[in-house]
């Protein structure tokens, strides 16, 4: 109802339109540009991504049950029956089966005694998951015990611990922790972690 607001208004109006006019043309690149990027990204998703993420699943399991009963040289190599995990990998890596496919292999890895191997595919693996991240960490911590990087295994150790869901498990991971401290001679700190 002020009329300075009103006119103050208008001025803001007046100078919106003459921008829009003066660069209309940019402005129409820009949405342009914008709309591409989102129909590419939902064509991406839905007529590609999709249709791998099925492919994957179809293809894993024979390598999950090569895995389940511990044929695990077969489940991260394959033969001429199955895809391997690493196959797995490498044709579906950026599918959310090609991640799983990168904690199997590293599991695969370290029964198999390949502990940078390993390491390379643990790392590689990303979950929200809370059953499986502190296992995944778990994992990487065992490989560097293996290799006798005792202080980054222990450190792993307590990551996962902090992170499990039970005091039984966590109780379990800790107790590695410990013993890698031992393995580096800090008692301090191993007693600390046995006693916490």
Not at 62 to 69: C, D, E, H
Not at 139 to 166: F, H, M, P, R, T
Request: aromatic content about 12%; proline content about 2%; charged content about 25%.
């Amino acid at each position: 109802e002020d009329p300075k607001e009103f006119e103050k208004l208008e001025s803001s109006l007046t100078k919106a339109e003459q921008y829009i006019e003066n660069n209309q043309k940019r402005l129409t690149y820009v949405i342009g540009a914008l709309i591409l990027i989102v129909a590419g990204y939902f064509s991406y998703k839905n007529l590609i991504q999709k249709p791998k993420e099925f492919e994957a699943q179809e293809r894993i399991w024979q390598a999950q049950q090569n895995f389940a009963i511990d044929s695990f040289s077969v489940a991260l190599y394959g033969n001429a029956n199955a895809m391997g995990f690493e196959e797995i990998i490498e044709d579906y890596g950026s599918t959310e089966v090609g991640n799983l496919a990168n904690y199997y292999a590293g599991i695969c890895c370290l029964r198999l005694k390949e502990f940078d191997q390993a390491l390379e595919y643990l790392q590689d693996f990303s979950t929200e998951d809370p059953g499986l991240l502190p296992a995944s960490i778990v994992a990487i911590g065992d490989c560097y015990s293996e290799l006798g990087e005792y202080d980054k295994a222990a450190q792993n150790y307590v990551e996962a611990a902090n992170i499990a869901d039970e005091a039984k498990i966590s109780g379990i991971i800790l107790m590695k922790a410990g013993l890698n401290y031992e393995k580096l001679g800090n008692k301090e700190k191993a007693h600390e972690i046995y006693t916490s």
